[in-house]
């Protein structure tokens, strides 16, 4: 019933940008936070952003400044711009529905999960 579908994702150049979309079905985002993470090879998953039922927006430091999460409700799809990218980016991308009262950037927060987009970063 609840699915999260990733895309968007691609190869690009240091300094790109992508949009990557994640569209959500069998619950209304006005309800649940979604959050964007990401895993590199050999590292552990990590939060990226994420935005919460009432619209407030997370970032990790990391990604603050080059990274911008937004919504459309009645497309019920959450979006993540990404820009300014450097290799360091790269990963595959993913969004999940974390679960109420829940930081929405932890990794273990998170009860639905989407299949993945990979992101590469290269010249």
């Known amino acids: 019933q609840v699915q999260l579908v990733e895309s968007g994702g691609g190869l690009v150049q240091p300094g790109g940008s992508l949009r990557l979309s994640c569209a959500a079905s069998?619950?209304?985002?006005?309800?649940?936070?979604v959050g964007w993470f990401r895993q590199a090879p050999g590292k552990e998953r990590e939060g990226v952003s994420c935005?919460?039922?009432?619209?407030?927006?997370y970032y990790a430091d990391s990604v603050k400044g080059r990274f911008t999460i937004s919504r459309d409700n009645a497309r019920n799809t959450v979006y993540l711009q990404i820009s300014s990218l450097e290799p360091e980016d790269t990963a595959i991308y993913y969004c999940?529905?974390?679960?109420?009262?829940?930081?929405?950037?932890?990794?273990?927060?998170?009860?639905?999960w989407g299949q993945g987009t990979q992101v590469t970063v290269s010249s």
């Open positions: 935005i919460r039922s009432d619209g407030s927006t």
């Open positions: 999940a529905r974390s679960m109420r009262r829940f930081n929405c950037l932890s990794t273990n927060g998170n009860d639905y």
């Open positions: 069998g619950f209304p985002l006005d309800s649940y936070a």
